[in-house]
């Protein structure tokens, strides 16, 4: 009988009757079968079009034979680096080994190749010349123009022709990948694709490029790779005419000249309707890891721990209006929102209920921001999210629409479900759109039933400077919400707490900015376990300000950028994390030293007494 996963072996081929695959997915994750791993989802979704897809996952990218275990597909490989930039995930942000991989088998690191789509691509054209290969995902998506890349402290090309991959394709791409495998299928080879939204191509001729009415022409990569000033400067513009155009309505063409060849960024993929998201999460996966992972791993545990954040979890809703500086999702998921459904979220619901590993607990029901589940104002429905102005931030548009109607209507829907004892809300909570709630319903209920003990919350700073270069709320609005919360659970006579996430070394702050957190932290009583270091990843405005030192957002009056204090050094970062521990026996040298450096010694006795 054939396995009821996607075939990952020769075996599953005869199975399944199968001579060749249609594709073949190659990821560096290892095999979930669950809608939250791309490969999985994906795969499914051909499938349900009447392809047939096979997945390497996590292949050895030292042997080349690991690539060639399902034959050569018939119309093309689709590459991944998985969930996590290869960089991210093998690195942490102070350039340090991960001693371990959530998305790898028993979670053992050292499975995932560092720059896994270029080392991929190279092996595949190693086993199969003339091969077409797709590439996608994260690592992919971020990377789909000239980038900073934190790890070589260097600017490199689009990640297209690092590859020598065919097509790119970015954002989440269930509508370029259908349309692309139909023209495969039509005989149309991956080179000459043009024209299909979310995807990336390049050619070396200038007359195929689109007309100059539909298209932007970008700064070449020879003038914003240089590391001088005026190239940086050229590159803080450039990323900001892409931030632009990132939106699927109101976006448009780029091109950017890169060596003797032009790279063209189509215009983003259209949202996905209701019925479309809810389609593809109904899709019949397993919701298992493969049965190859119930060996025990080198390290003797078995699995792939990253299910065990989203087994019992559901996705409600995609895209962030929010747009922090540090966070990607606005060239990776866009700023509009698409939502599923209430049925088609009880449907999945009941589904998990009635697994033997349920214990009666909904670990999350959310997206990159939970309480996000329509646009941010009705203007976007017809002309996209605007271009030029921020829906939230330390000024939020007056046109944004607080609503959490019909969020509180599907948590209370979900609460009422036979066998659910609890519904969680794990997903970021945007505090500010809460405050900006006249109505006070979603607040009561989030404490009274979607937390247990603690909410964690991301203020990320105390000082608004640094919070505006964010784009985050100012501190005061922390405050407030602080206060609402800490009011609502007296009045429900419960025990709970918030747990503040803050950010250290982030571009704009300096050591009197982590000495401002330090007092804040003093006054308040809690100081963090944790403490982020801010972590350069590509596709970020706050990587552009920490790689160019300016911010794009805002001019001088005499045309030219303005400026932004970067902490580069290893040792500064140390001296800020420092400050935002000042508790620990460890730190106290750290802190005198950041103290004497700024003067202010006077402060020694209020935090290391």
Not at 9 to 25: A, H, M, S, W, Y
Not at 200 to 227: C, G, H, R
Not at 363 to 382: L, S, Y
Not at 492 to 516: R, S
Request: net charge positive; aromatic share 8%; glycine share 6%.
């Amino acid at each position: 009988m054939a396995s009821s996963f996607l075939p990952v072996c020769r075996q599953d081929l005869l199975d399944r009757g199968i001579d060749q695959l249609d594709f073949v997915f190659v990821s560096g994750d290892g095999y979930v079968d669950h809608a939250s791993f791309a490969a999985a989802l994906l795969g499914r979704l051909l499938e349900s079009h009447g392809y047939t897809v096979g997945i390497i996952p996590q292949p050895d990218w030292k042997k080349t034979e690991s690539f060639t275990l399902l034959g050569r597909p018939r119309l093309a490989f689709l590459v991944s680096a998985g969930a996590m930039d290869s960089m991210v995930s093998n690195y942490t942000a102070n350039n340090k080994p991960r001693s371990e991989d959530v998305y790898a088998h028993g979670g053992v690191a050292g499975h995932r190749p560092d720059r896994a789509l270029i080392t991929y691509c190279t092996k595949i054209r190693e086993a199969y010349k003339g091969v077409q290969i797709l590439i996608g995902g994260i690592e992919a998506s971020l990377r789909r123009t000239t980038h900073y890349d934190y790890w070589s402290n260097t600017v490199r090309r689009s990640i297209l022709l690092d590859s020598k991959a065919d097509l790119l394709m970015y954002g989440m791409g269930e509508h370029a990948i259908l349309e692309i495998a139909d023209l495969l299928n039509q005989g149309i080879p991956a080179r000459k694709i043009r024209g299909v939204r979310g995807t990336v191509w390049y050619t070396s001729k200038a007359e195929e490029l689109p007309p100059q009415e539909s298209a932007l022409m970008l700064p070449s990569f020879a003038d914003i790779s240089a590391n001088t000033p005026e190239s940086k400067e050229l590159f803080a513009r450039s990323y900001l005419v892409q931030e632009e155009n990132t939106d699927a309505l109101n976006g448009h063409v780029l091109i950017e000249p890169t060596d003797s060849r032009f790279i063209v960024q189509e215009k983003a993929a259209l949202p996905l309707s209701t019925e479309e998201f809810d389609a593809i999460y109904e899709l019949p996966f397993t919701r298992r890891w493969h049965p190859m992972y119930d060996a025990p791993a080198e390290n003797g545990k078995t699995g792939i721990p990253a299910l065990s954040e989203v087994q019992f979890s559901l996705v409600s809703s995609r895209g962030c209006f929010g747009a922090c500086s540090f966070c990607a999702i606005t060239f990776h998921q866009g700023r509009r929102i698409q939502s599923r459904s209430h049925e088609s979220l009880l449907r999945e619901a009941k589904t998990m209920t009635e697994d033997s590993a349920f214990k009666g607990y909904i670990h999350d029901v959310g997206g990159p921001t939970a309480n996000f589940r329509h646009d941010a104002c009705p203007n976007q429905e017809k002309r996209g999210a605007c271009p030029h102005k921020d829906c939230m931030g330390t000024d939020p548009c007056p046109n944004v629409r607080v609503d959490h109607t019909e969020y509180i209507d599907l948590l209370r829907k979900l609460r009422a479900l036979p066998k659910v004892k609890k519904v969680f809300i794990r997903s970021g909570i945007r505090f500010d759109y809460l405050v900006m709630d006249k109505d006070k319903t979603f607040l009561r209920e989030l404490c009274e039933h979607h937390i247990s003990g603690q909410l964690k919350v991301a203020p990320e700073h105390v000082n608004d400077k640094v919070l505006r270069l964010m784009r985050k709320s100012s501190h005061a609005v922390y405050e407030k919400f602080a206060a609402e919360y800490a009011e609502m659970n007296r009045k429900l006579g419960k025990k709970q707490y918030l747990v503040p996430y803050y950010i250290c070394a982030h571009p704009g702050a300096g050591l009197k900015e982590a000495i401002d957190v330090a007092l804040y932290l003093k006054k308040t009583g809690f100081v963090p376990d944790q403490v982020q270091d801010f972590y350069p990843t590509p596709g970020s405005l706050s990587t552009c300000m920490y790689w160019t030192g300016l911010n794009p957002h805002k001019q001088n009056a005499d045309g030219s950028l303005e400026k932004v204090y970067v902490a580069r050094g290893a040792h500064e970062r140390r001296l800020q994390r420092a400050l935002l521990q000042f508790n620990r026996r460890e730190n106290a040298s750290l802190v005198k030293e950041a103290l004497r450096q700024t003067g202010k010694m006077d402060l020694v006795k209020v935090l290391l007494r």
